[in-house]
């Protein structure tokens, strides 16, 4: 050894947000200022319709995609890949580097040297899922709707780059923020019993036409309001976000599905086929 190591820049630290549920037209009439200096927010599509298979493919490495033309699947996975070597600040990521196990926290982990973490609000993605592999920690929040009590829970050691996914509960059903009573969140006959739990079993359907007992123009109407509205409150938060982390990090914001709001007789996500269910926002960049 000549005692004089050539120095790699530390790769940079990567923030993964999932804003659950958020749709992108709601993200776009919230019209976010923070949440932009990220970049312009581009319509994209989820691989799934909700949440556990949607963050399993995130956390493959695969983003929403924009669903191109004449082009192999198999080639857009391995190119959208490559975008993470910008991500990361590296030039080490790639589909062959990931193969056998194709999950990005212990390729972080063990082949990059990250420390890798997860706070997740919604219980179907809690610590004892096999989501759960090659993080350092993974933590399901108490509150499911509290961003802000996440960033309390960050660190970024200097001599390790750091990954976190974030799973964000105020966009999701609900869509109620953390300081409002729970005695004045909306109610939807029949969802409230199941939602309560956040399990997200019951994450959607199509809703009744006759006897109109929670398909409601109003109620649907302030229950996309209310997303919007939680898109609004979670800029702010966004914001101590970007003062919180260090220089060199790199953060993704998204959402791991869309939302039905009375469209064609839908409500929420899941079993739903229709376009708002795939279609999500997706902006990245970093900051300095
Ligand atoms: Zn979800």
Same mark, same amino acid.
């Given at each position: ?187 939807? /006959? =029949?969802?409230?019993?199941?939602? @309560?739990? !956040? ?5 959607? &359907? *199509? $809703? ?60 929420? /996500? =899941?079993?739903?086929?229709?376009? @708002?269910? !795939? ?5 990245? &960049? *970093? $900051?300095?």
């Amino acid at each position: 050894m000549s005692g004089i190591r050539s120095r790699t820049p530390r790769p940079n630290h990567y923030i993964l947000v999932v804003f659950d549920s958020c749709r992108y037209d709601s993200l776009i009439r919230a019209r976010p200022h923070i949440i932009r200096k990220l970049g312009r927010v581009e319509r994209r599509w989820s691989y799934a319709s909700w949440t556990a298979p949607s963050h399993f493919n995130l956390l493959m490495g695969l983003m929403p995609h924009s669903s191109p033309k004449h082009v192999f699947a198999s080639e857009y996975y391995k190119k959208d890949l490559l975008r993470f070597n910008e991500r990361l600040g590296c030039e080490k990521v790639s589909f062959e580097a990931l193969v056998p196990r194709l999950y990005l926290p212990p390729f972080l982990k063990d082949c990059l040297g990250y420390e890798t973490h997860a706070l997740v609000s919604l219980p179907v993605l809690n610590p004892k899922t096999p989501l759960n592999a090659g993080f350092d920690s993974y933590r399901l929040m108490e509150k499911h709707n509290d961003m802000r009590a996440m960033l309390r829970e960050m660190h970024f050691p200097e001599e390790r780059p750091s990954f976190w996914l974030l799973n964000v509960g105020e966009t999701h059903y609900p869509y109620a923020l953390p300081d409002e009573p729970e005695d004045q969140w909306p109610r939807l /006959h =029949g969802l409230h019993g199941v939602f @309560k739990h !956040f399990d997200d079993a019951r994450p959607g &359907g *199509k $809703l009744a036409r006759r006897g109109q007992s929670f398909f409601n123009r109003a109620k649907m109407s302030e229950l996309r309001d209310r997303q919007i509205a939680a898109v609004k409150h979670l800029d702010k938060v966004v914001e101590e976000l970007f003062d919180l982390v260090p220089n060199d990090t790199y953060i993704t914001i998204t959402s791991d599905h869309g939302e039905l709001f009375g469209e064609e007789g839908y409500f929420g /996500h =899941g079993p739903i086929q229709h376009e @708002k269910v !795939f279609e999500v926002p997706f902006v990245e &960049g *970093k $900051l300095r």
